[in-house]
Structure formats: structure tokens, C-alpha cells
């Protein structure tokens, strides 16, 4: 199947510092590419839509600019949290759309700010 | 507006026993349905989906899940559940097609928990 990298696995950073997260599909090339937030026994909830060679759509509620997505090329899209602070601690997860809307996911990567 | 209901938070069966997991969805056209399974601080691996045809579809591990339009579910099932299913399940349909971007709107999960 499909596999979607993630790095790194696990950040911790200082508040007001930036991350960055790099999804990448390694054996497909996808050009639109999602990237989700996951509290604490919650569900996903879709922050973005990342497409290859345009700007991302973000959803309703999500800061554009502290949020940067970049989709530079058809197997890589990262997303930048800027000016971090503690309520951006979260579990971040990024899926590449293969066909007809299945997704495959990467394993996430587990954020806290300090 | 697209919307999936997943009505047990939690669920615990015996090792062996059958399993199902309940999902009911709102949309308004027919869905992509799909189910996942998230083992702790792991992303999410792909069950099964249902697109069109068949209504009873087969995933990996021995799971199925069934489409029933009448009652708009797509239940999980397993005939007989291995220790190592223990994990949290989510239930998604597929929203906004025709030129949109496809993207998934999930339930809230059921975890599952195996007892010996």
C-alpha cells in the first residue's frame, strides 16, 4: 500500500519558537495532500488542504499565518507552526490523497510546547 | 451538511468474540465510506472503504464492514477479535466531490479494548 512518512515522530519546543513538520509520500506522488489536528481521545479535525503548486485552503477557525503550509513538490508538503505556543500542543497528522479520496495517513507527529 | 456518528465511545470484548462497531453517517448524495483504525500515538491505517457496488465489502485483518442506504450505516464487523485489535476505530465518509477536494469528515472514534 501506500505509505506516508512523517518527521519528526515527536517535537518539543520552547513557546514562541517555530516547527516544522515534513509529510512526505514516498512511493506515489500526490498532489493534494491534508493535514489534521487530534486532541486527546478526540477525532481528527481537518485543518488544511495542501495542493501542489498553489496555495493551501484552510478550514474555518484555522490561522493561516500561524499555520504555514508549503506543498513544493508532488511528495512533500510541510507545515510550519509559527510563534508556538502551549495550546499548539497537539497530535499532527498529514494523509495523501491517492485516488477517489483515499487517504493514507502518516503516523503523526506529537507536538508540545513547553 | 456531511456528518458521521459513531454512538459507542467505548467497547470491550472478550478475545474471540464477535465484534461490531456502529457508524451512521448524513449525506446527502451516495457516500465514500471508510473506516480506520489508530493503534495509541500512531496514525491512522486504512480498513476497508465502500465506493460503489457491493454493499458488503472486506478489508485487511479480517475485518468487513456493510453499507445499508436504508439506515445509513456502515457497521464493522469481525467474526472473531485478536488481542492485537485492541485500538481506536474511526468511522469517515468522504465529503465534497465533483471538483472539490475530497476531503474526510470523521467520527469521534469507539475505542475498542480486548479482554483475555
Known amino acids: 500500500g501506500a505509505v506516508v512518512s512523517q518527521h519528526p515522530s515527536r517535537v518539543i519546543c520552547k513557546s514562541g519558537t517555530s516547527v516544522k513538520i515534513e509529510c512526505r509520500s514516498l512511493?506515489?506522488?500526490?498532489?493534494?495532500m491534508f493535514w489534521y489536528r487530534q486532541f486527546p481521545k478526540q477525532s481528527l479535525m481537518l485543518m488544511a488542504t495542501?495542493?501542489?503548486?498553489?496555495?493551501?485552503?484552510?478550514e474555518q477557525g484555522v490561522e493561516k499565518d500561524k499555520f504555514l503550509i508549503n506543498h513544493a513538490s508532488l511528495t512533500l508538503s510541510t507545515l510550519t507552526v509559527t510563534s508556538a505556543h502551549p495550546e499548539d500542543s497537539s497530535f499532527y497528522i498529514c494523509?495523501?490523497?491517492?485516488?477517489?479520496?483515499?487517504?493514507?495517513f502518516g503516523p503523526g507527529t506529537r507536538l508540545t510546547v513547553l | 451538511a456531511q456528518s458521521v456518528t459513531q454512538p459507542d465511545i467505548h467497547i470491550t470484548v472478550s478475545e474471540g468474540a464477535s465484534l461490531e462497531l456502529r457508524c451512521n453517517y448524513s449525506?446527502?448524495?451516495?457516500?465514500?465510506l471508510f473506516w480506520y483504525v489508530q493503534s495509541p500515538g500512531q496514525g491512522l491505517q486504512l480498513l476497508l472503504k465502500?465506493?460503489?457496488?457491493?454493499?458488503l465489502v472486506q478489508g485487511i485483518k479480517g475485518f468487513e464492514a456493510e453499507f445499508k442506504r436504508s439506515q445509513s450505516s456502515f457497521n464493522l464487523r469481525k467474526p472473531s477479535v485478536h488481542w492485537s485489535d485492541a485500538a481506536e476505530y474511526f468511522c469517515?465518509?468522504?465529503?465534497?466531490?465533483?471538483?472539490?477536494?475530497?476531503?474526510?469528515?470523521f467520527g469521534k472514534g469507539t475505542k475498542l479494548s480486548v479482554k483475555p
Open positions: 494523509s495523501a490523497r491517492v485516488q477517489r479520496d483515499t487517504q493514507y
Open positions: 512511493d506515489f506522488q500526490a498532489t493534494t
Open positions: 495542501s495542493n501542489e503548486g498553489s496555495k493551501a485552503t484552510y
Open positions: 449525506y446527502g448524495a451516495t457516500p465514500y
Open positions: 465502500y465506493f460503489s457496488g457491493d454493499t
Open positions: 469517515a465518509v468522504g465529503a465534497d466531490y465533483g471538483g472539490s477536494q475530497g476531503n474526510l469528515i
